[in-house]
């Protein structure tokens, strides 16, 4: 049965609705950052580039480095977006455009995301990498979907438990990275952990203006969580969204995040820039 106009929106050109992309617009690799003038400054480290757009906040550059074809777009903040992101992405390549229909043979993407991060652990310094090697969904996205297949209840129990959870919120899910990817970018340059995604920047993060929180001490049970070894290590807005899209429909996906503030010990990079432009070309040799 073909998918209703309604549900697979396009443009009058045949694009994808939000990112405005053609199925032959994108690699099988794809880099997501969220600052849309990200893209660029990954992009000028590549040999060619044969393809650009925009939409809103959506920018897209697919170019090659060193042989390898790669496409790098903007996602924007939030995992609001990150559904969007994904959902066309896999549209490109798993839904056949013209008849609306998916198609029998369905492609893998890697898709990696290339962002910045703070620190919860005083041992992970600013300008460190970080490689999530979970996503902790504390925002609820992901419950529209039926995520019971790629859970992790025990770790997520554990959770719970820990933090005193309020019953209140949407229950926190745990998906796994891909092993395949964190093969290829782990090394002994890397520091690994569970990455938080928050829905928001302030309360959702624990920081305070004028509105009080509905957990003052919820970052500081956060940051004392301890699984079988593994504990949370950052907080941001996108991983868990990637992780859990990505593995429910098939593809791989990798977080990995320059450390440009220690929340721990309230310390903040003297050079952010350079945090994030090694960690591009940590993500490109990696890659090529």
């Not at 969220?34 to 906040?57: L, P, W």
């Not at 745990?174 to 928001?200: D, M, P, R, V, W």
Request: charged fraction near 25%; include cysteine.
């Amino acid at each position: 049965m073909s998918i209703k106009n309604s549900e697979l929106i396009l443009n009058p050109d045949g694009s994808i609705y939000h990112l405005n992309l053609k199925p032959e617009n994108i690699s099988n690799t794809i880099i997501l950052v969220g600052d849309q003038d990200r893209v660029e400054k990954i992009t000028k480290h590549f040999d060619t580039v044969d393809f650009k757009t925009q939409k809103r906040e959506f920018k897209t550059q697919t170019g090659t480095y060193k042989g390898k074809r790669i496409t790098v777009i903007s996602t924007g903040i939030g995992p609001d977006n990150i559904d969007i992101v994904l959902n066309e992405l896999d549209a490109l390549v798993n839904i056949d455009l013209k008849t609306r229909k998916p198609k029998d043979t369905l492609t893998s993407l890697d898709i990696l995301r290339v962002g910045t991060s703070g620190s919860l652990q005083s041992d992970i310094p600013v300008d460190a990498i970080v490689l999530s090697s979970h996503g902790l969904d504390i925002n609820g996205m992901l419950h529209s979907y039926q995520i019971q297949p790629i859970s992790n209840p025990k770790m997520e129990d554990a959770f719970i438990k820990q933090t005193q959870w309020s019953p209140l919120k949407a229950r926190p899910i745990i998906i796994e990275n891909s092993k395949k990817l964190e093969a290829q970018f782990k090394s002994k340059t890397t520091h690994s952990g569970i990455t938080a995604t928050a829905g928001g920047f302030y309360a959702s993060q624990g920081r305070v203006l004028r509105l009080p929180l509905q957990d003052d001490t919820l970052n500081g049970k956060m940051d004392a969580f301890n699984f079988e070894g593994v504990c949370i290590t950052n907080l941001e807005m996108e991983t868990s969204a990637i992780y859990g899209l990505a593995k429910l429909m098939g593809h791989h996906a990798l977080s990995l995040n320059a450390i440009i503030a220690n929340r721990a010990n309230g310390t903040f990079s003297e050079n952010p820039k350079k945090a994030v432009e090694n960690l591009i070309l940590y993500t490109l040799e990696r890659l090529s």
